[in-house]
């Protein structure tokens, strides 16, 4: 239709009226077709934001959120019922430290021997088995290629491949051979662009590697503050990134609405991310007195690793450097972890998936209870608190109405063994059911 014929032969205001209400009548039905109801019966309800067991809970989910919960709920008619009675029932797992888009392979310098586009082939398998084991959302924090996670996150999100929600970092911001850097590789090879996107060398370069990676589709910003366990020629007690360049980070970020997590290993380099400003502390291995007590005070919150020692040590190929470095750090960072607990500082759940296998993150809950967590303690680690850290308490982290319909269940109880935990048998994502052991039928088994 032309203007010309818009304003020389105007409509009937009684036409337009039918017209509107035809158009309304279609819209309703098209959402109601797009948008299925779906009512859950939740035998046990583990409430984490109250910390308590609810009995009985029916959850209301329409499309792809979580339209209400609650005792007496009456089912609708047109819902489809899926029986969760025998089961306990908890929101969609989140872990805060993922590596996805990368190879999983203890030598980084395999990176080099394959295409960024085998790469991210082979990554695929990582993101399903993750949102199998019940992780709908991860936020995965750096790849040597640097924007494979961007494509990911992307691919997940339309629908071309099975994951979990992504948050990405886009590249590691780092110094140059430091430990975010392809290092290991004789002084005359120069590495492409991809494989060197975020180093920088002084508190203006750090901006502008922040500036690119918010245009180029990160969510957050990864710095690593002292050197690391996984890189070659790194020294973890090392300090890397200036206190100068943490504030850049920090303060460039968040012009673009970003937050920054810092990999420390060092006491002094924990220390200095904290006071930048950062919102995590990643490994927070030979965190000190004083840095837990600057971490509560800047309401900074911990992701420790603590499970993937055995990982390190037991991989067939982890390279002899690497082993060094790792020497008593991973008894230090579980004393560190006990201590931090006690002392009530602000803590996540973050599993470095990528250096133990993928699919295995729960695991870590055990080493979470074993070295002081109660369980309800670390649940929360892997839900509100998660979702808090990540900036998305809107969206994810509780089964409240609003929410995203990310459910997940189990068939015994994790208060009473936390280990149920690593055998999801259900596990839903914006609505949508990924996995159900009870009734093979309904799992959405090999698509798309
Ligand atoms: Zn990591």
């Known amino acids: 239709m032309t203007t010309h014929q818009m304003t020389t032969r105007p409509w009937p205001l009684l036409t337009m009226l039918c017209l509107a209400w035809q158009g309304a009548a279609l819209a309703a039905a098209v959402a109601t077709a797009e948008a299925p109801l779906v009512a859950i019966r939740a035998g046990k309800f583990i409430d984490v934001e109250s910390g308590r067991v609810l009995a009985n809970e029916i959850i209301i989910v329409r499309g792809t959120k979580i339209e209400a919960v609650g005792t007496n709920l009456s089912l609708p008619e047109d819902a489809r019922v899926i029986d969760l009675s025998k089961m306990t029932v908890l929101p969609g797992l989140i872990d805060c430290h993922t590596h996805l888009a990368d190879l999983a392979d203890a030598e980084p310098l395999n990176v080099l021997q394959r295409s960024a586009v085998e790469t991210a082939y082979a990554a695929i398998p990582n993101a399903r088995v993750t949102l199998l084991a019940g992780f709908t959302t991860v936020r995965d924090v750096g790849v040597y290629r640097a924007f494979n996670d961007v494509a990911m996150r992307d691919a997940i999100a339309r629908g071309i491949i099975i994951g979990p929600r992504m948050y990405v970092a886009g590249a590691y911001v780092t110094i140059s051979q430091g430990a975010g850097a392809m290092t290991g590789l004789a002084p005359d090879i120069q590495l492409p662009l991809d494989l ?20 180029r589709g990160a969510d957050h910003i990864k710095v690593l503050s002292t050197g690391a366990v996984l890189t070659h020629g790194s020294n973890p007690k090392s300090i890397e990134f200036t206190p ?103 803590m996540t759940f973050g599993t470095d998936a990528g250096v133990c296998p993928h699919g295995i993150n729960a695991r870590q809950f055990a080493f979470m209870v074993k070295y002081g967590m109660t ?19 809107e969206l994810i982290g509780s089964i409240s109405a609003g929410k995203s319909a990310d459910i997940i269940a189990v068939s015994s109880d994790p208060l009473a063994d936390i280990r149920a935990l690593e055998h999801v048998q259900f596990v839903m994502k914006e609505g949508k059911v990924y996995k159900d052991e009870n009734s093979p039928m309904a799992a959405m088994k090999d698509s798309p």
Not at 196 to 215: C, F, K
Not at 250 to 264: I, L, P, S, T
């Open 196 to 215: 060197r996107y975020g180093e920088a060398n002084s508190p203006w370069e750090v901006r502008q590697r922040i500036r690119e990676l918010a245009h």
């Open 375 to 393: 369980p309800m303690q670390a649940i929360q680690s892997a839900t509100v608190n998660a979702a808090d850290l990540i900036g998305h308490s």
């Open 244 to 346: 100068e360049e943490l504030r850049a980070a920090v303060e460039e970020a968040a012009n673009f609405g970003m937050r920054v997590e810092a990999h420390a290993h060092a006491a002094e380099g924990i220390k200095n991310a904290i006071r930048a400003g950062v919102a995590s502390i990643e490994h927070a291995t030979l965190i000190d007195d004083e840095g837990i007590a600057l971490a509560k005070q800047h309401g900074t919150y911990l992701d420790m690793d603590i499970y993937d020692e055995e990982c390190i040590q037991s991989a067939g190929n982890t390279p002899a450097d690497f082993l060094q470095h790792d020497q008593e750090l991973a008894a230090a960072q579980r004393r560190n972890f006990t201590k931090a607990v006690r002392s009530g500082a602000k």
